[in-house]
């Protein structure tokens, strides 16, 4: 049979982008959650 | 990071070419893995729906959205990976098999709890109707696993986790192993993050 190495590529490349979108999604949505959290909250204010 | 580039590397450098396959077979190494990593986050999803109802704490809801959410990303790359290895191998992207269809149910029904989860609004209630839509999901997973053996099938019977010795030479074996434990440790790492997401969401964001 043959290598089919272009298929083999195709599903780990798939896998690298599926997954690195995820982790660098949940980044961004920590990181505007922890500057939210640190900002003052409107009721709060003199 | 690590034990996902031990992976790779055992992936591409270790593991021998297959005999009849060649190495498109070396999606083995992904699609299995992948697989057995949403079936330990469905599990997740089960436990903790059931510890929301006993004990209705909020926390048990947060680590069953998490995990809910990591493992339909698992069965998508399980799905989408298996076409991929479908095609040089049995000649289609896919077919109705049970196996398959099994599968392509259980993707559905989490992507039904997300919307779930997406659409209602107030806490509590969203934490309920998702602890027991959780429940009753999780119980498609034997189906999944044993569809193989309880009806004909295009797809192969499970090559491990059966009750007969594994029929695979120790090398796929030891590179199987690496790749399944980098994806639990990956799955670890993102469900901790996501849980902690969601604890601030639920601070910032009271009801």
Known sequence: ?46 | VAALLAGLGMTFGIAPREVTQGNVQRIFYLHVPSVLTAYLAFSIVFVTSLGYLVTRNLAWDRWAGGAAEIGTIFTALTVISGAIWGKPTWGTWWTWDARLTSTAILFTTYLGYLLLRAVVEERERRARLAAVLGIIAALNMPIVHFSVLWWRALHQPPTLLTPAPAAVSGVITLVFAVNFVAFALLFVYLLAKRVRISRLADELLPG
């Open chain 1, 1 to 46: 049979m043959k290598d089919n190495w272009g298929f083999v590529f195709a599903a780990y490349g798939f896998a690298v982008i599926v997954l690195g979108g995820y982790w660098r999604r949940l980044m961004r949505l920590e990181r505007e959650l922890q500057k939210a959290s640190r900002r003052p909250r409107s009721g709060r204010r003199p």
